[in-house]
Structures are given as C-alpha cells and as structure tokens.
C-alpha cells in the first residue's frame, strides 16, 4: 500500500532563505510522487512530478525535488524563498494499479517572513 | 478550454438535506475523482471514476453516491448531509496513460452542514 509523510506541518522561513519542505512516501510498486501546491481558497496547482526518469525534477516557480529511493525521500526546495510562495503544499504518490489513485500527505503551510 | 469545473462553489445545508455536487472536464480524460479536504488530514479520496461507466470506492465513501454521467460529467450526491460532512470537496481528472497520471484539480466546493 503506498502512503505519504510530511514532517512538519508548518514551516516558517525569511524571505531569501532556503525552502525546504519534506516528503517520505512507502510504496510496494515504483512510485510516481508529485508536489502540488494550493494558494488560499484555491485548487491544487501541480508543482512537479517525478515518473522514473530523471532523479532531480525541476518544476514551477523555480522549486526542485529531489527522488532519492534509499531514502524512500521526494524532499522539495527552492534555495530563495519568495513572498508569493506562502501557500499549502502537499505531496503524493500515485498508484497506477489501481485507477491512478492518489495518496496525499497531510500538507505542510509555508510561511514567508519578510 | 476551462480544465476541471466544479458547482457550487459555496453551499449550506442543514442536516438531512440533500444535495449534488456537480463536476466536469473538458481535457478528454478517461479518470475523475472526487476528495474532501479537512483541516491536518490532507486530502482523502471518496470515489473515483477510472473510466466511463464505472466508479469505485476510495477511502471515504460512507455518507455519499456517486454517478460518472459521462466521460466529462462525474457528480457527487450526499443523500442525507451531516455536520461531519461540512468540508471542502474537489474534484479531479486524468488521462491515467503512462507519463500522462498528472491529476488536475478543479477549484473547490465548500460545504456548511449545520
């Protein structure tokens, strides 16, 4: 069965500082793990995804995440914090065997200290 | 071309009412699904649709009914609302082909059951 873990539910950071939001997942099958982000009273807006082909993704709004297997991480950074990422954001992996399911973690609120 | 659309996008009920939320897509996608997102508990999966003429159920679906009209039309229906079903419901869609299990969200219903 696969399932997501994300450390902290709230981070805080300067303005300029590293963002560095965490993601530990389980899965039985090779995981399919993704980064969605969502602004206040808004949907889920994908950030990044990770699908077995390069290990360091590149995505929106100039955040990264790194796939690491021996660690079963899909950690997210962005190495300076910007005012407009305050958001929510959420990993999942998906489950293509069983309809594309999606399992979420629980979210981490970003907070951006000017 | 609008993505995922979702009404209402606010509701109150009170207890024993019901309703249906209404959801569509105009991206051809084979999957949709529906979720409700509650405070800590990141977001849980009620139903899904992997394909036209089929629903299954996913983590939560005790308390609601699902119909898959079409492949662009997938409603959720509360038959009798309870307060613990005051929440915020989104919908989502995906081709389900490989390289292609992205989800797309729509914006978002929120639900008041008093």
């Known amino acids: 069965a696969q399932s997501v873990t994300q450390l902290g539910s709230h981070v805080s950071v300067s303005e300029g500082a590293l963002v560095l939001l965490r993601c530990n997942y389980s899965?039985?099958?090779?995981?399919?793990l993704f980064w969605y982000v969502q602004y206040p009273n808004q949907g889920l807006q994908l950030l990044l995804k990770?699908?077995?082909?390069?290990?360091l993704v590149k995505g929106i709004n100039g955040f990264e995440a790194e796939f690491k297997k021996s660690e079963t991480s899909f950690h997210l950074t962005k190495p300076s914090a910007h005012m407009s990422d305050a958001a929510e954001y959420f990993c999942?992996?998906?489950?293509?065997?069983?309809?594309?399911?999606?399992?979420f973690g629980t979210g981490t609120s970003l907070t951006v200290i000017p | 071309n609008a993505g995922v659309t979702q009404t209402p996008k606010f509701q109150v009920l009170k207890t024993g009412q019901s309703m249906t939320l209404q959801c569509a897509q105009d991206?051809?996608?084979?999957?949709m699904y529906w979720y409700r997102q509650d405070p800590g508990m990141g977001l849980r999966l009620i139903y899904y649709?992997?394909?036209?003429?089929?629903?299954d159920k996913g983590e939560v679906p005790n308390g609601y009914n699902v119909s898959r009209l079409n492949k662009r039309e997938f409603s959720l229906r509360l038959e009798s609302a309870a307060p613990s079903q005051t929440s915020v419901y989104f919908c989502?869609?995906?081709?389900?082909?490989?390289?292609?299990?992205?989800?797309?969200f729509g914006p978002g219903t929120r639900l008041l059951v008093l």
């Open positions: 989502a869609s995906t081709l389900s082909l490989v390289g292609q299990e992205t989800q797309y």
């Open positions: 899965s039985s099958v090779p995981p399919y």
């Open positions: 990770y699908t077995s082909a390069a290990t």
């Open positions: 999942a992996v998906s489950d293509p065997g069983s309809g594309n399911q999606f399992y």
């Open positions: 991206m051809n996608h084979n999957s």
């Open positions: 649709s992997a394909s036209e003429g089929t629903t």
